[in-house]
T-cell receptor, first 116, second 114 residues
């Protein structure tokens, strides 16, 4: 069964450094998302992306965050200058487009980001 | 801001019996509801969903019930199996309103006892 893949599985970065998290969504999916889960808290929405632009973003997704689909298969999340509070599990998700019926989002296994 | 609430952090059920996981929501605009299962070190795995036009959806051992007037949904697993031990997330979206971001509950950890 096709799945969303994320790399790396664990990223350790010094505070203030830039980090790029990578995702390969399911190949026939057209909507892409990033979520994060801080330890002990809920999974929370960061951003959605469709047709090469951001559809929606949460309050968390400030100017330090950006997303990109650099080619036909990858979807990346960049954090420009990491802070300690960015430490979390980051999940990528994707879904098919169906304007008549809602479709579930399918998640990758996540990247654990640790900021030192 | 707890739009989706799972009030039981954990639940233990004997193997072979029925597991019932509950979820309440506050936003009456939610129109698509999902259950995800999560094992440690893995991402949430989609289990089953239900649209607000239905009150029940069944897939094998899994059935989701939706009570819109009570703003309540539940996931029934029968019979429960050892591999069902995981964290279960209730989630919701306002798909029909053009907003498909998922709002998650905090999760319920299900333990299936031998």
């Amino acid at each position: 069964e096709p799945e969303v893949t994320q790399t790396p599985s664990h990223q350790v970065t010094q505070m203030g450094q830039e980090v790029i998290l990578r995702c390969v969504p399911i190949s026939n999916h057209l909507y892409f998302y990033w979520y994060r889960q801080i330890l002990g808290q809920k999974v929370e929405f960061l951003v959605s992306f469709y047709n090469n632009e951001i559809s929606e973003k949460s309050e968390i997704f400030d100017d330090q965050f950006s997303v990109e689909r650099p080619d036909g298969s990858n979807f990346t999340l960049k954090i420009r200058s990491t802070k300690l509070e960015d430490s979390a599990m980051y999940f990528c998700a994707s879904t098919k487009l169906d304007r008549d019926k809602p479709q579930p989002q399918h998640f990758g296994d996540g990247t654990r980001l640790s900021i030192l | 801001d707890q739009q989706v609430k799972q009030n039981s952090p954990s639940l233990s059920v004997q193997e072979g019996r029925i597991s019932i996981l509950n979820c309440d929501y506050t936003n009456s605009m939610f129109d698509y509801f999902l259950w995800y299962k999560k094992y440690p070190a893995e991402g949430p795995t989609f289990l089953i969903s239900i649209s607000s036009i239905k009150d029940k959806n069944e897939d094998g051992r899994f059935t989701v019930f939706l009570n819109k007037s009570a703003k309540h949904l539940s996931l029934h697993i029968v019979p429960s199996q050892p591999g069902d031990s995981a964290v279960y997330f209730c989630a919701a979206t306002t798909w029909g309103w053009g907003d498909d971001k998922i709002i998650f509950g905090k999760g319920t950890r299900l333990h299936i006892l031998p």
